[in-house]
């Protein structure tokens, strides 16, 4: 069964200090993995797309990275505005329009 | 600028009713998407459209029902059948399958 799995649930972080959120996944044939900021009650908003391991994407203080069964957000330096849930997804299904999503890394930025 | 847009933002609805959640976009995107959301679960997939008049169920369709008779628009109807309806949804849209989703802002609906 195709899943997808996040780590940490949650973490807090004082403002400066860096660290990574993983995203592993057992989809097979994978066809991009994606990679999403929700804010409370808010829609997803999306980030990244990575497509094959090795390929590393970076917005601002984020940049994510892909291996062959895991994806890694890394937060450099954090703000509070940081703070967020950060949602990962992979197609699935046969179909690379229908996304199965991770329940979510649950970030806090404390100044 | 284009978006998603879902309304209500908040919707309340007493047990035996059905209820309309609106779902418009204006990204001129071909597939549409409605998920649901719960505390500590990821999001999981009710409906899905990739072309008008057409549909598919998702992991969890049973007591919704949806239709898409234009590319805008993809209402989801959550049926008195839906024996949990309580819960926040999100409508989602893609331009092609590799493309990242746009998702509205959501609708959280109680029932009370």
Redesign the interface.
């Known amino acids: 069964e195709d899943q997808?799995t996040q780590s940490p649930e949650a973490l807090r972080l004082q403002e400066g200090e860096s660290s990574s959120l993983n995203c592993s996944y057992t989809v097979s044939g994978l066809?991009?993995l994606?990679w999403?900021r929700q804010d409370p009650?808010?829609?997803?908003?999306?980030l990244f797309?990575l497509?094959s391991a090795g390929e590393e994407k970076e917005k601002e203080r984020l940049k994510a990275t892909l291996t062959k069964k895991e994806s890694f957000l890394h937060i450099t330096a954090p703000k509070p505005e940081d703070s967020a849930t950060y949602?990962c997804?992979v197609?699935w299904g046969g179909?690379?329009?229908?996304?199965?999503?991770?329940?979510?890394t649950l970030l806090a930025v404390q100044p | 600028d284009g978006g998603?847009t879902?309304s209500p933002k908040y919707l309340f609805r007493k047990e035996g009713q059905n209820v309309t959640l609106s779902c418009e976009q204006n990204l001129n995107h071909d597939?549409m998407?409605w998920?649901r959301q719960d505390p500590?679960?990821?999001?999981r997939?009710i409906y899905?459209s990739?072309i008008v008049n057409d549909f598919q169920k998702?992991d969890i369709a049973e007591g919704y029902s949806v239709s898409r008779e234009k590319k805008e628009s993809f209402p989801l109807t959550v049926t008195s059948a839906q024996k949990n309806p309580t819960a926040f949804y999100?409508c989602?849209s893609?331009r092609?399958?590799?493309?990242?989703?746009?998702?509205?802002?959501?609708t959280?609906l109680t029932v009370v």
Do not use: C
């Not at chain 1, 009650?41 to 999306?46: A, I, L, R, S, V």
């Not at chain 1, 329009?97 to 329940?103: A, E, P, Q």
């Open positions: 997808v066809r991009g994606f999403y009650g808010k829609g997803p908003e999306f797309t497509y949602l997804a197609p179909a690379t329009n229908k996304l199965i999503f991770g329940t979510g | 998603i879902q597939a998407y998920y500590g679960q990821g999001l997939l899905y990739q998702g999100l989602a893609s092609t399958a590799n493309y990242g989703y746009t998702f509205g802002s959501g959280r």
